[in-house]
């Protein structure tokens, strides 16, 4: 049974520090997305990419955020510093091109 | 901008009804929509994709429709039951953009006893 994975699936940290979320997406799926999710905003797209390259990040906060693709079989996303404000769920999804999106179960970040 | 509205935002009903949960989109040049599921504290779980060529997918009891034109789909659940209880969100995946998802702020369904 494929599925998309994400690590940690909770983290706490402090304000300032550095976090990094890492996500396995399905094998053989060449577009990968991260999204965030808040009560005030709901579900909002942050980065994809498509066969390891990025093709937008236009909803990343650009000063303290990056994604990236090491491998195919890795996506990662980092923030730093962090912020109260970035405390969401995000999730990360991978697919293929005109098919379903496929969800992992979401890392939940706290920032204090 | 593509804009995404879901009503009713919140819908309670008795074990056993159908239900019509509805989604609106402004833009009509979609690749196509897609219907997902969450539960509490949970991911989301893809329900039903329908291209844009298509009218409706079905799976199950549930049944999708999508009227591109007047930028509407509906979600049909027959024979509600209380497993049925979560947030229903729907999706649509922009031409522009390589298919970049854009979400409503969902519909929370509760299937009482």
């Known amino acids: 049974d494929a599925r998309v994975t994400q690590t940690p699936r909770h983290k706490v940290t402090e304000m300032g520090q550095e976090v990094t979320m890492r996500c396995q997406p399905i094998l053989g799926h060449n577009t990968v997305f991260w999204y965030r999710q808040t009560m005030m905003q709901g579900l909002e797209l942050l980065a994809y990419?498509?066969?390891?390259?990025?093709?937008?990040d236009s909803g990343m906060p650009k000063d303290r955020f990056s994604a990236e693709m090491p491998d195919a079989t890795l996506a990662t996303l980092k923030i730093q510093p962090s912020e109260p404000r970035d405390s969401a769920v995000y999730f990360c999804a991978s697919g293929l091109v005109t098919y379903e999106q496929y969800f992992g179960p979401g890392t939940r970040l706290t920032v204090t | 901008k593509q804009e995404v509205t879901q009503i009713p935002a919140a819908l309670s009903v008795p074990e056993g009804e159908n239900l019509v949960l509805n989604c609106s989109f402004t833009d009509s040049a979609i690749y196509n929509l897609q219907w997902f599921r969450q539960d509490p504290g949970k991911g989301l779980t893809s329900l039903l994709l329908?291209?844009?060529?298509?009218r409706e997918q079905t799976s199950g009891r549930l049944n999708a429709s999508l009227d591109k034109s007047s930028g509407r789909s509906t979600l049909y659940i027959a024979a509600s039951q209380p497993g049925d209880s979560a947030t229903y969100l729907c999706a649509v995946a922009l031409i522009q953009g390589a298919q970049k998802l854009v979400f409503g702020q969902g519909t929370r369904l509760t299937i009482n006893p």
């Open positions: 990419f498509r066969n390891r390259a990025p093709l937008d």
């Open positions: 329908i291209q844009s060529s298509q």
